[in-house]
């Protein structure tokens, strides 16, 4: 790593100060993780936010006056997943612990629509992959035909190299067409609003290139995975998803109270450029100046590439490379009486299907909190590479679209007592196939007192977020330390 002395030779070097542009969870986790380590140490920060409020994609919005306890409505995340503990240590070092709403998950149920009809999940289904039989012989999902391409994945000989591929060509190799049509695209590549065909598998499952590699078979993999997760009875396993008990941005509205640096909203980065001294100058969109000893961007990868566009070409030109597509949700409210709750928390639609929507979920179903008593809320998602064509109608169009499709899917014809559109135009990171090296040669391409973070690179999911928030912080006070000391031993010697 090439570490260059910040200050020049003789000059008393300033306390350094850390900008963290972008105030979405990103950002906020690195501030948090630059204060713990910055306490004492002289180290400061400025967290830099363009928008008025924090937060980023994580927005709550309560609506009352329908009951005791309000709506819940979500713009973006509505949970985050428990297998990766980031989020949870995150919730649990702010004292959320009581706040945190788990899913009942004995309630999990997915329905998928085939050919017109909502079939059930088969129970012991892990992701793609049957992992219990007699649910899986007599669910009407697959063909026989399809069923008996799915046995095969137990003797079809494991790929061994380490190269990429994409998601619909791993699950086509492996489980057969049927599998990535009625599964595949519709649930995994759904998860991240991804086109299978190009999404890259070690970016986004590389568990199951692992499994194939270690069990010779996904099945046999998936089984043994189920076998050591498997609870002592009577103990509940922790749920797989979790929010709080008002809505993600309880996560927010406790973070930003705990952080005591240059905390700056309606502040946005238009400029960074090298300082003759060392470290950088950030051009402000109220007209100020910054200087910093080193930068972390946790924006969009095209507002990073913006940035950058001087101080580190190579690496701006590989962010521009970087897809995103529009996604949006549309949160209808109603009456019980007049929409019967699904039995699952929701629906995944195949692009096979034909339909304007990409999947629905039941809210309430997946939380009863988030409605008062007697009241249903639902959640339906569109946009990005299988309805573009959605994304891009007007308010009113896209509102008597989702109608007329939660009347043929669901069979609610209740007009909503109210709605909420939400729409995030080129805000969904894409991983193609090859994503991983892609984002090693940005890392590789910048100076190591600046960093990129967040959803457009090592994952997309709020856990995901936190950790590369802090990592890149503690990462970043290290080389500035480093810088530090070569200056302090400059000076004197
Ligand atoms: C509809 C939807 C549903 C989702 N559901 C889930 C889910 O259920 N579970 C889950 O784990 N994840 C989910 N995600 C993904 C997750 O919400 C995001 O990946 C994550 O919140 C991204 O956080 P971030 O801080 O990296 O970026 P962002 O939240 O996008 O924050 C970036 C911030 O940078 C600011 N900014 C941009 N440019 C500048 C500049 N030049 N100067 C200063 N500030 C700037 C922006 O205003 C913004 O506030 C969902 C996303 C969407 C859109």
Known sequence: MDLQTPFPRGEEPTPPRIAV????????????????????????????????????????????????????????????????????????????????????DRRRRTYVRVQGRLTPLPEGIMLIVPTRFRPFLTSRLFSLRGKLRMGLELFIPPRQDETDETLADFIRRRLGAEVLDRLGEPLLAGIYNADAERQSLL?????????????????????????????????SPRPLFMSFRTGMAELVEALVPRLTGDLRLNTRVEGLERRPTGGYRLRLSDGGTLEA?????????????????????????????LRTVSTGTVSLAFRAQDAPRLEGFGVVIPRSEGRAINAITWTTAKFPERAPEGYELVRVFFGGSRTPHT??????????????????????????????????PRAQPQYDVGHLERVAAIEAALPPDIRVVGSPYRGVGIPDCIHQGREAALCLAAVLETQRKLSTQAARG
Do not use: C, N
Request: charged residues 25%; without cysteine; hydrophobic residues 45%.
């Open 391 to 424: 994304f891009a109608l007007e308010d009113t169009e896209l509102l008597a679209t989702v109608q007329r499709e939660l009347a043929e899917i669901l069979g609610i014809r209740a007009a909503p007592l109210f709605h909420r559109i939400h729409r995030w």
């Open 203 to 235: 970016a986004t499952f590389p568990r199951f290139r692992e499994l194939e590699r270690r069990y010779g078979s996904l099945t046999r993999g998936m089984w043994a995975m189920r076998r050591r997760t498997r609870h002592p009875a009577g103990a």
């Open 293 to 321: 000893s080193g930068v972390i961007l946790a924006i969009p990868a095209a507002g990073a590439a913006h940035l950058l566009a001087d101080l580190a070409p190579e690496a701006a030109a590989r962010l521009r490379a």
């Open 21 to 104: 542009i972008g105030g979405g969870i990103t950002g906020l986790a690195a501030a948090w993780q630059l204060q713990q380590k910055v306490e004492g140490t002289g180290f400061q920060y400025t967290l830099l936010e363009a928008s008025g409020r924090w937060g980023g994609k994580i927005r709550t919005e309560r609506i009352d006056g329908f009951g005791v306890s309000p709506f819940v409505v979500e713009a973006g995340p509505d949970a985050f997943v428990t297998q990766k503990p980031w989020a949870l240590e995150l919730a649990r070092e702010l004292g959320l612990e009581e706040r945190l709403l788990g899913t009942d």
